[in-house]
């Protein structure tokens, strides 16, 4: 498949939340669990919808799964916020 920038930084993105999860649980100092939890599951989730988006079936289904990731975007800003 060919380089594609969405993807890559979906997944890049991915591994640094994934990173701020084990700091935020497993660091004594914070041991915060609730909104990093949130931030996991939102911020994992736009490269995985990105990536189904990719192998859409048709430019809808395209469409519907590249919103579901900017939604899951916005949700992981919340909690960042």
């Known amino acids: ?3 594609n920038i969405i993807k890559d930084k ?3 993105f991915a591994l640094r939340i994934i990173n701020l999860y084990k700091y ?3 660091t ?3 041991k ?3 909104m990093s939890k949130q931030a996991l599951k ?3 989730s ?3 919808n990105v990536k189904e988006a990719l192998r859409g079936q048709t430019r809808p289904d395209f469409r519907a799964k590249m919103s579901i990731a900017l939604k899951e ?3 992981t800003e919340y909690w960042l916020e």
């Open 24 to 26: 935020l649980t497993l």
């Open 28 to 30: 004594a100092q914070t």
């Open 32 to 34: 915060e669990f609730i």
């Open 73 to 75: 975007a916005s949700e």
């Open 1 to 3: 498949m060919k380089e």
């Open 46 to 48: 736009i490269g995985a």
């Open 42 to 44: 939102s911020g994992t």
């Open 10 to 12: 979906s997944k890049d």
